[in-house]
Nanobody, 125 residues
Framework: QVQLQESGGGLAQAGGSLRLSCAAS????????MGWFRQSPGKEREFVAA????????FYTDSVKGRFTISRDNAKNTVNLHMNNLKPEDTAIYYC??????????????????WGQGTQVTVST
């Protein structure tokens, strides 16, 4: 069992920055790939970024490439999402997730086993 808790969401202006963190507890966090997803009202949950267990590889959806950076600190059991040059279309609830079945970079929500409660990010014009 893995427990995940996101923090760091809030309100930002377009062009601004936010840093999301996800604290993990339970099973050995450092063994698993992690991901960030987001969901806006009326839309399906959307992949944002993923990172391998050692942080050696990352993967981003096209709309955030060059603006968002995913990172992890296994010593602190945290995974972060640094979001720069925010746009109004980034407004959503952001969720961190972990898969305990693969070491690959996965982008489908159904490939992940545990989820946090989510943190709201709102970007104003």
């Amino acid at each position: 069992q893995v427990q995940l808790q996101e923090s760091g969401g809030g309100l930002a202006q377009a062009g601004g920055s936010l840093r999301l963190s996800c604290a993990a507890s339970g099973r050995t966090f450092s063994s698993y790939s992690m991901g960030w997803f987001r969901q806006s009202p009326g839309k399906e949950r959307e992949f944002v970024a993923a990172i391998t267990w050692d942080g050696g590889r990352t993967f981003y959806t096209d709309s955030v490439k060059g603006r968002f950076t995913i990172s992890r600190d296994n010593a602190k059991n945290t995974v972060n999402l640094h979001m720069n040059n925010l746009k109004p279309e980034d407004t959503a609830i952001y969720y961190c997730s972990v898969t305990i079945h693969s070491y690959s970079l996965l982008r489908r929500p159904e490939d992940y086993d545990y989820w946090g409660q989510g943190t709201q990010v709102t970007v104003s014009t």
